[in-house]
């Protein structure tokens, strides 16, 4: 299986910061990856798929890159609603796997 | 808009067998596969297995021996059934839909995110 592995873990910041959370993959998995938020009691909802396209609907200023091992979803501007875990999550290959999470908190 | 609504039995004893089901609205069950991924409380994602709109199945090897992924397009459903469950199969169990996927010479999958969920099913095994 593909170990995925994110950093942080956890993480505080204020409105208007700027976060990047972090992606590695144990091997290539070109640019099959996605990125989910999830807030407590909801299922997790698709911000990123493909490394970097943003889904329908999703702010502008959450933005993805990378590819093979390494990959980052950035922030660029803190909102309060923004509060939730981030998983990534790769579908180069089954089974697919997601990175731990990183919960993010706004101070 | 698709909506993917799911249900089952929330509560079962170990050894017994968890079975979900979840109903497509709005959309059709063709070109697309579907997945079933679960969340143990308080911890992260586990993709349990995938079910394409032709029939052809991929599980998590962790899985494998108790999981079995079905489709049924009269219906515009697929089911989830995991046998012989412990209390580590405690979790919330979420369908999803996803639209990508690749075929190679061997088998096909998925390789897109997953763009609809259902609700989430909470699964408790106890004694």
């Known amino acids: 299986d593909i170990q995925m592995t994110q950093s942080p873990s956890s993480l505080s910041a204020s409105v208007g910061d700027r976060v990047t959370i972090t992606c590695r993959a144990s091997q290539s998995i070109k640019i099959y990856l996605n990125w989910y938020q999830q807030t407590p009691g909801k299922a997790p909802k698709l911000l990123i798929s493909?490394?970097?396209s943003l889904q329908r609907g999703v702010p502008s200023r959450f933005s993805g890159s990378g590819s093979e091992t390494h990959f980052t979803l950035t922030i660029s501007s803190l909102e309060p609603e923004d509060s939730a875990t981030y998983y990534c999550q790769q579908t180069s290959s089954p089974p697919q796997t997601f990175g731990q999470g990183t919960k993010l908190e706004i101070k | 808009q698709v909506q993917l609504q799911q249900w089952g039995a929330g509560l079962l004893k170990p050894s017994e067998t968890l079975s979900l089901t979840c109903a497509v609205y709005g959309g059709s069950l063709s070109g697309h596969y579907w997945t079933w991924i679960r969340q143990p409380p308080g911890k992260g994602l586990e993709w349990i297995g995938e079910?394409?709109?032709?029939?052809?199945?991929n599980y998590n090897p962790s899985l494998k021996s108790r999981v079995t992924i079905s489709i049924d397009t009269s219906k515009n459903q697929f089911s989830l059934n995991l046998s012989s469950v412990t209390a580590a199969d405690t979790a919330v169990y979420f369908c999803?839909?996803?639209?990508?996927?690749?075929?190679?010479?061997?088998?096909?999958?998925?390789?897109?995110?997953?763009?609809?969920w259902g609700q989430g099913t909470l699964v408790t095994v106890s004694s």
């Open positions: 079910v394409h709109h032709g029939g052809r199945t």
């Open positions: 999803t839909r996803v639209t990508l996927g690749f075929c190679s010479a061997s088998n096909c999958h998925a390789i897109g995110g997953s763009e609809f």
């Open positions: 493909a490394a970097s």
